[in-house]
């Protein structure tokens, strides 16, 4: 095995016994990425010259024998979070030239922690999106199918770990922007429960859903990048100020006498017979493990993909109106007036995705449809909660599919927006209640291509979620493999 | 249908999009593809139901009032696209 391949827990293990330094580990990521890179594209911008010089840093870090959780170990970050002197485009052509002067707090914890960045990852424009399509940049690849799609809006970040271009990455979350992508490509993806990681220096899409999380090659490390990421923040007001477990802990401990709830509502017609396979069988796994499978029921998740698009666009719509062509980003020049200005550079800035977004939230806000649309949305969205909340008397936690096919076919879904918005289906729910959701790899099509099963618990229990993933992905046996590239 | 192309072209004013008479045909049909499958919700009778906006209860997140560094002006101007002095500069707003 190559460096590049191996998880965080191997690596700090081979730096530790002098095996490893962290210059080679970065050498060898940036090997795969010069190999991979010009099919996959999972990055907009590449920091070789950076990454290197911190490496050499820590290496000397280690010398002292001061390691930290990530020292030297080579992480990707999602084009959406901001990074001090580095362009960060968010995708967009309306941020194209952006460069930050402040870092993101999840970049300055990454830091802290011994990280070293290897490039800004692609994502679809503002994180609108399931297919990394939008991107302004061009789109990213699959890389156990370089003709398909690799998931949304994270792609980048997904691939990156999937192809062995970076160790871990970051990504964010507002629908699935997380968990489909690690679904569609085979890798770990959290998304933390709203409030838990600090999104001070994250590109705002949809503020009351978007959060911050992880993808990484095995459970594990997703539990070493979580105590990295999570904690409040006095500088992000949604933060919250609950404690934070050490997740490592929760790793390796069985789940005897848990209580599994399988939603009825997620296993309906429209899923592909072979995710739908693949995730009965991971249920017989849980149960072997020693936990409980219960029928329950979420009663309105029917509605959740509805309320998203009400909900996500009307608070887009807000956020996006910061870019007009003043403080920072493009401006069309030669414009008659200032109206003239904003109204030519936003045409120009703003690719058709984020645009019909910006519509559909400006409408449903407009007078005369605000109650109709987004009073109503708002309402349907306390009974999504209240559906989960109901759940958790009846189990522990939730099993579903992550999403109802494996990975689509580049350009198969570009003209029909409601068809792209489907196929987050099953992970929408979790950002409108607020819950934390986790990805797990659980098989492959008989064409190759991997399933995901998501697991769901309540607010904050996250280490729930890293003990029942951590305890399926040990007894799986999932075949190890790798894309072929 | 419920939008028009008239009111299309209204909302794009509003949200201060200038789009071509081709994105105006395309959004209106798709808009109403998307506001058709929302429609769905009206399914629900939600009289009575408090809407939610938060998932977390979150309360204001007061600080000390104590100065603490911040950006300065260098800075805030550095990305725009036509800073003068301490100032943005923009287009003339009216005649």
Redesign the interface.
């Known amino acids: 095995m190559e460096l590049n391949q191996l998880t965080i827990h191997e690596l700090q293990e081979k730096i530790k016994n002098g095996e490893a330094s962290a210059v080679k580990i970065t050498e060898s990521v940036f090997q795969r990425i010069e190999a991979v890179e010009a099919r996959v594209h999972s990055y907009i911008r590449l920091l070789k010259e950076e990454a290197l010089a911190a490496a050499a840093k820590a290496d000397e870090v280690i010398k002292k024998g001061e390691i930290k959780p990530l020292t030297g170990i080579p992480i990707a970050l999602k084009d959406i979070v901001c990074t001090k002197g580095i362009p960060t485009t968010c995708g967009s052509h309306i941020l194209h ?3 930050p ?2 870092d993101a707090t999840v970049v300055e914890k990454l830091r802290d922690a011994g990280a070293v960045f290897v490039g800004k990852a692609n994502m679809d424009e503002f994180a609108m999106g399931s297919s990394t399509e939008t991107s302004y940049f061009g789109p990213t690849r699959n890389p156990w199918d370089l003709e398909r799609i690799p998931g949304g809006s994270s792609g980048g970040s997904a691939t990156a770990v999937a192809a062995d271009e970076c160790i871990a990455s970051i990504g964010s979350d507002t629908g699935g922007s997380i968990r489909q992508p690690a679904a569609l490509c085979g890798v770990v993806g959290l998304k933390p ?3 838990r990681v600090s999104r001070f220096g994250l590109i705002a899409f949809a503020s ?1 859903l978007d959060q911050i999380g992880p993808f990484t090659k095995d459970v594990e490390d997703c539990a070493i990048m979580m105590n990295v990421l999570a904690g409040y923040d ?1 500088k992000e ?2 933060s ?1 100020p609950a404690e934070v477990p050490n997740y490592r802990q929760f790793i390796g401990r069985d789940i005897k006498g848990w209580k599994i709830g399988i939603p009825k509502e997620y296993f309906v017609k429209g899923i592909d017979p072979e995710v739908s396979a693949a995730v009965k069988k991971a249920i017989t796994v849980i149960e072997k493990c020693g936990g409980k499978c219960v029928e329950i029921s979420l009663p ?1 998740t ?2 959740c ?3 998203y ?2 909900i996500a666009p009307a608070e887009a ?1 807000s956020n996006l ?1 910061r870019y ?8 069309v020049s030669d ?10 550079t ?2 120009q800035g ?1 690719g ?1 995705e984020v ?2 977004r ?3 939230g ?2 449903a806000l ?1 007078a005369g449809y605000y109650d109709a ?1 987004y ?9 999504i ?1 209240r559906d989960f909340e109901a759940a958790w008397k009846k189990c522990d936690v939730i099993l579903t599919p992550t999403t109802p096919t494996p990975a689509f076919k580049i350009g198969e879904k570009t003209d029909d ?2 068809q792209m ?1 489907l196929s987050d289906i099953f992970t929408i729910s979790t950002n ?4 934390p959701g986790i990805s797990v790899p659980c098989g492959f099509t008989s064409a190759g291509l991997p399933i995901g099963v998501q697991f769901l618990a309540g ?1 904050f229990e996250e280490g729930k979620l890293l003990q029942i993933a951590s305890a399926y992905e040990k007894n799986a046996d999932i075949e190890k493999r790798r894309p072929k590239l | 249908m419920k939008l028009s192309i008239q009111e299309v072209q209204y909302v794009a004013r509003l949200a201060r999009l200038e789009i071509t008479d081709k994105e105006t045909e395309k959004f209106t049909a798709q808009l109403n593809d998307i506001l058709g499958y929302i429609d769905k919700l009206n399914e629900l009778n939600t009289a009575g139901v408090e809407p939610m906006s938060h998932a977390i209860a979150v309360t204001n997140a007061f600080r000390e009032d104590k100065i603490v560094e911040s950006i300065g002006t260098e800075k805030s101007l550095s990305n725009a696209p036509d800073a003068r002095g301490e100032f943005f500069r923009v287009p003339k707003v009216i005649d």
């Not at chain 1, 414009?335 to 030519?344: A, F, G, V």
């Not at chain 1, 409108?432 to 819950?435: M, N, T």
Request: proline share 4%; with cysteine; net charge positive.
């Open positions: 030239n952006f460069v002067p402040y429960t709203y409030g009351s006095p007001s949604t919250v309105h029917q509605y993909l509805a309320v698009y009400i719509c109106a007009d062509g003043v403080k920072y980003g493009l401006r414009s008659r007036d200032l109206l003239d200005m904003y109204k030519r936003r045409m703003f058709a645009k019909r910006i519509m559909i400006t409408y407009s649309y009073g109503k949305a708002s309402q349907v969205r306390a009974l909660k927006p409601l918005y409108l209640a607020g819950i607010h």
